[in-house]
């Protein structure tokens, strides 16, 4: 009834999979949240991931990426905002990285939904994703299609933010992470920076 078949979604599916787990912002923030926080805690923040990144997916089927071809400069300036963002929040992570983990179950603060929905709206990466898979995979999506597209691609990113939160959380992560915070933030803090600064340098 949608023009979608099985092949079709398997293919997206499995590529969108792929596109998840592979190093990234909103992998690294997901996975240190997780591992300092508990789930409790870092599983709203690991829901804000990735309904933002799912957004990225509605934006495709009603053709935003077809408007960051015809007109570039709007694709240019959300690296460009998108890239100071991550530098912010890399910049943060590195001042905080020697203060004490807080490990206790009861921790709430940090990152919420919000925030990392905002993350991923400012990531570029799910943006390219989506707008190169979606018109390659789905080239004539009508109707109720887009909306099943959209469906998969929300319950994917959920599934697999939930799964990685959930395995970071677990004690013998927390422990590994309580012992080497400082610079493991440290890492991840310059890692995000210098994809946030690629970002705006190759815009």
């Known amino acids: 009834m949608t023009g979608i078949t ?6 997206f599916v499995g590529t969108l999979a792929g596109a998840i787990i592979s190093p990234g912002p909103a992998i690294i923030a997901a996975a240190k949240s997780a591992a300092a926080r508990g789930p409790r805690a870092s599983m709203p923040y690991a829901m804000g991931l990735a ?12 053709g935003l990426t077809v408007l960051f071809r015809m007109v570039p400069q709007l694709y240019t300036a959300l690296k ?10 890399a910049v943060q992570m ?11 179950e009861r921790t709430t603060a940090g990152p919420g939904f919000v925030q990392g929905m905002a993350l991923n709206l400012s990531n570029p990466k799910p943006a390219l994703f989506y707008g190169s898979v979606i018109l390659s995979v789905f080239p004539a999506l009508q109707g109720g ?4 597209i959209y469906l998969v691609a929300l ?9 990685i939160t959930a395995l970071m959380a677990t004690a013998p992560v927390r422990r590994r992470y309580g012992a080497a915070k400082t610079w ?4 991840a803090g310059a890692l995000i920076g210098a994809l946030g600064l690629a970002l705006m340098i190759r815009h």
């Open 6 to 11: 099985l092949p079709q979604l398997a293919l």
């Open 155 to 163: 319950s994917v990113e959920l599934s697999f933010y939930a799964a």
């Open 184 to 187: 493991i933030d440290r890492i």
């Open 145 to 148: 299609a887009s909306l099943v």
């Open 51 to 62: 309904f933002g990144a799912s957004l990225w997916c509605l934006f495709a089927v009603l």
């Open 94 to 104: 590195i001042r905080h990285a020697a203060e004490p983990p807080g490990m206790d």
């Open 80 to 89: 460009v905002i998108g890239g100071a963002y991550l530098v912010w929040i």
